[in-house]
């Protein structure tokens, strides 16, 4: 009131127009710089927003409750008679049910309880959180074992990829073995990736991580130190690419669902978008591995990335049983030079 | 320890119901999708812990609850953030602490009126808002498939869901519904 000067009917509907924006399309940055602004003019719009935020999570509740699920404005056809709109209505609703339980299949699990091996099925997220209070957030087709010893806390990683956020206990370490290899911390952030049966990838968030090869911890193979935003690829025997700074998250892009992908080449791409289905995806012509690609993908829908990919690469994808083949177009297939960049941003 | 799963699996169970659709809701309001997530993690742990004691009675209306949650936390992680920390109205207090989900019988009741109350609003809106808001707010479709599945512009179902918003806060303050004094069955009000 004593800030804006507008009057009471104005606020109202800015806060209906704003708590309906809220909930709907994601918002560019410029019109959430707005809402912000329009939030701390007054706190008659934070109120009038709470109010509207809490409203809307009602009427959400009426879906889901066992009373008012079957009300009748779900179902009321249309009172002008058009039969029409009352059955694409009904359609769109059973879409709209089949398209949620899809979703939910491979969102975030959350995941408290105390066993001790933990895994995800292929196209799976998982949250994980550990019994010291760490969390480790598990990829697709991921398995992990874990033991909360009286010295150390201890994870084998198996196969697949995890993020792991270490809660702090510097009389405990965190030690995770991969292979012959160990990650050792005591609080801190990292991602560690079993690339195929002997490529391990180290990526530190936050913090700081020893990782040694094979050996007694004062007697390693090979022994390196990782601080934030440094990443590591090694095998139990050597180091392969040594460490170096990493500018962006993209190592934790698999955490939104995304494949972010510069310059790489079209064999690499088709290899990680195969642990997220479970289908075969084959390269029928294998000179089209090198064809560069660059390309954000979406984790979810691997059948869409394949279908991107396509016009990315100039190649032809089809569907033969359970599994993917994808082959150069037969009519500029023998000009397909190998290096050729051939994508469309 | 049969608790302890019980527990554990409807956390789970919740989680996977609504968990991205909070994060979408939060990153809305703080834009940032990271902090979201880490957020409504929190939501769901609290809420775990919350449900271990054993005098909690179940969550009778988890969506409205988790809603009103993390608006909150929202909202404090904005105050938070923000270097003017003045304006928004909510006390350290209420935002910071995690409310009790069980609700008294006295309160189930009311609150169980006023969802009676909402739905008969709701089937009350002239036909053109009730078919937009029902499909938007309560069906999740988004906004370019509403406007193509009743043939009308991207503006005019905007206008329809602004315009149904607003009839329903009408109708609903007109039956004696305080939105002020709607809470959760959490005893998290707004302040007087």
Redesign the interface.
């Known amino acids: 009131m004593r800030?804006g000067s507008r009057n009471p009917d104005t606020v109202?509907?800015e806060a209906?127009?704003w708590?309906?924006r809220?909930?709907?399309?994601?918002?560019t940055?410029a019109e959430?710089a707005e809402?912000?602004h329009w939030?701390?003019?007054?706190?008659?719009?934070?109120?009038a927003f709470?109010?509207?935020?809490?409203?809307?999570?009602?009427?959400?509740?009426?879906?889901?409750?066992p009373?008012?699920g079957h009300?009748?404005?779900?179902t009321?056809p249309?009172?002008?008679g058009s039969r029409r709109?009352a059955r694409?209505?009904l359609i769109?609703?059973a879409a709209?049910a089949s398209i949620a339980v899809i979703?939910?299949g491979i969102?975030?699990?959350?995941?408290?309880?105390p066993a001790s091996h933990y895994e995800t099925h292929v196209g799976e997220m998982r949250?994980v959180?550990l019994s010291d209070g760490s969390?480790a957030t598990l990829d697709t087709a991921t398995r992990m074992e874990w033991k909360n010893g009286e010295r150390e806390r201890e994870v084998n990683l198996v196969s697949g990829q995890a993020l792991f956020d270490v809660a702090h206990d510097p009389a405990k370490p965190f030690i995770v073995h991969v292979g012959k290899t160990t990650i050792r911390v005591t609080g801190t952030r990292f991602d560690v990736y079993r690339y195929g049966a002997d490529d391990i990838w180290l990526t530190v968030v936050q913090g700081v991580v020893e990782v040694s090869g094979p050996g007694t911890s004062t007697e390693a193979a090979w022994r390196r130190l990782i601080h934030a935003r440094e990443q590591v690829v090694y095998r139990s025997e050597r180091v392969i690419t040594d460490v170096h700074s990493v500018t962006s998250n993209r190592a934790l892009k698999w955490m939104?669902h995304e494949l972010d992908v510069e310059d790489e080449s079209l064999g690499d791409v088709i290899h990680e978008l195969t642990r997220y289905t479970a289908a075969p995806i084959i390269l029928q012509d294998p000179s089209l591995a090198q064809i560069r690609i660059a390309a954000t993908f979406d984790l979810r829908d691997v059948s869409g990335a394949l279908t991107q990919l396509q016009s990315i690469a100039r190649v032809k994808l089809v569907r033969k049983g359970a599994s993917y083949v994808i082959s150069g177009p037969s009519d500029i297939g023998s000009q397909l030079s190998p290096r050729s960049t051939d994508s469309q941003q | 320890m049969a608790q302890h799963d019980g527990t554990a699996d409807s956390v789970d169970r919740l989680f996977r119901m609504y968990g991205p659709k909070l994060e979408h809701f939060v990153a809305q309001i703080i834009h940032d999708s990271e902090a979201a997530r880490q957020l409504v993690q929190d939501i769901f742990l609290s809420l775990h812990q919350r449900l271990l004691d054993p005098s909690a009675r179940p969550l009778e209306y988890p969506q409205a609850f988790l809603f009103k949650v993390a608006h909150n936390r929202a909202c404090d992680y904005l105050r938070r953030r923000s270097s003017s920390p003045l304006q928004f109205g909510i006390d350290e207090e209420r935002t910071s602490r995690v409310p009790d989900p069980a609700a008294g019988p006295e309160e189930s009741a009311l609150l169980r009126e006023t969802l009676q109350s909402i739905s008969d609003v709701l089937d009350e809106l002239p036909e053109n808002q009730r078919r937009v808001f029902v499909l938007g707010q309560i069906e999740n479709i988004p906004r370019p498939e509403i406007s193509s599945r009743l043939s009308l512009t991207p503006k005019a179902v905007d206008h329809l869901m602004t315009r149904a918003l607003k009839t329903l806060r009408k109708r609903l303050r007109e039956r004696g519904v305080d939105l002020n004094a709607l809470g959760t069955g959490d005893g998290e009000r707004g302040p007087q």
């Not at chain 1, 939030?39 to 109120?47: E, F, K, P, S, V």
């Not at chain 1, 969102?107 to 309880?113: H, I, M, V």
Request: aromatic share 12%.
């Open positions: 800030f109202e509907e209906d127009r708590a309906l809220i909930r709907g399309e994601s918002l940055d959430h809402f912000l939030l701390h003019a007054n706190a008659l719009h934070a109120r709470e109010q509207r935020c809490t409203l809307l999570a009602w009427v959400c509740e009426l879906k889901s409750h009373e008012f009300a009748k404005w779900r009321n249309a009172s002008d709109i694409g209505w769109g609703v709209a979703a939910t969102a975030f699990r959350y995941d408290l309880s949250v959180r969390t939104d």
